[in-house]
C-alpha cells in the first residue's frame, strides 16, 4: 500500500521556472502538483481550495512579496509547510524566511533532485536549508543591540525599497499606525534617526541585495 501523495504548490512570478519545477516534481509518484500561482495574493487567496502540504513560494513577486504571504499563509492554514525559492544567500533574507515560519530556504541555482529532498524534509518535521543558504548563515546576532522582531525586520525590507507607510501597511494588511510605530521602534534599535539611514542600513547589511532587479 502506497502512502497518499505530497500534495505541492508552486508560487513564482516566472512562468518558466514554475513549469520547470512542476515538470521535475511530476516525475516523483509520492508527489502531486496540485497548482502553480504567479503571485503571493494568489496563494493567500487559493490555499484553502489547493489544499497543499508544500508550498515551494517565491521570495520576491511584485504585490504581496514571498514574506507577507507565508505570515498570512500561515495564519489560515499553519500546519502547511512553506520552502522558500530564492536566488539571494543573504542572511538577513534567510532569518527572516525562518522567523515567519518557512520550514526551508532553497537557492534556485540547487541542484533539481534537492527539491525533491527538501520537501521530503520538511514533510517529516525536519527544517531543510539547501548548502549556499547554510554558509550564508552567521552564527551570531548582531553584537550589542537589542534585535529587530520577525514584524519589524519584514517592514525593515519593506521601507528600504522606498515604500510609504501605507503602502507598507497595505502590503501586510496592517494599520497605517501600525506601521508608524514599529518605523520608531526599528530606528530605535537600530539607533538610525532618517529613512535614508534605514535604506543605507538594508543596503549595507545585505538587506537589499537584488531587489528591483525583477528576480
Known amino acids: 500500500m502506497t502512502p497518499e501523495a505530497t500534495r505541492v504548490l508552486i508560487v513564482d512570478d516566472h512562468p518558466m521556472v514554475a513549469e520547470g519545477i512542476q515538470s521535475i516534481l511530476e516525475t516523483y509518484d509520492d508527489l502531486s502538483v496540485v497548482g502553480t500561482l504567479s503571485n503571493g495574493q494568489e496563494a493567500i487567496d487559493q490555499v484553502c481550495a489547493l489544499n497543499p502540504d508544500v508550498i515551494l513560494l517565491d ?18 492554514k499553519p500546519n502547511i509547510r512553506i520552502l522558500i525559492l530564492s536566488m539571494h544567500d543573504s542572511p538577513e533574507y534567510i532569518s527572516i524566511a525562518l522567523s515567519h515560519g518557512a520550514k526551508g530556504y532553497l537557492l534556485k541555482d540547487v ?105
Open 111 to 215: 541542484p533539481t533532485d534537492e527539491i525533491k529532498i527538501a520537501i521530503d524534509k520538511v514533510m517529516q518535521g525536519d527544517q531543510y536549508l539547501c548548502t549556499g543558504a547554510t554558509q550564508s548563515l552567521s552564527p551570531k546576532t548582531q553584537d550589542g543591540r537589542e534585535p529587530l522582531t520577525c514584524r519589524e525586520q519584514t517592514i525593515l525590507l519593506e521601507l528600504a525599497q522606498g515604500k510609504s507607510n501605507r503602502h507598507v501597511a497595505e502590503d501586510l494588511n496592517i494599520s497605517v499606525r501600525t506601521v508608524e510605530t514599529h518605523r520608531k521602534n526599528i530606528k530605535r534599535k537600530l539607533g538610525i534617526s532618517s529613512t535614508a539611514g534605514l535604506t543605507r542600513y538594508a543596503l549595507e547589511h545585505g538587506v537589499l541585495q537584488g531587489t528591483g532587479g525583477g528576480v
Open 59 to 76: 521570495l520576491n513577486m511584485p504585490g504581496v512579496t514571498g514574506l507577507a504571504a507565508t505570515e498570512l499563509i500561515l495564519e489560515k
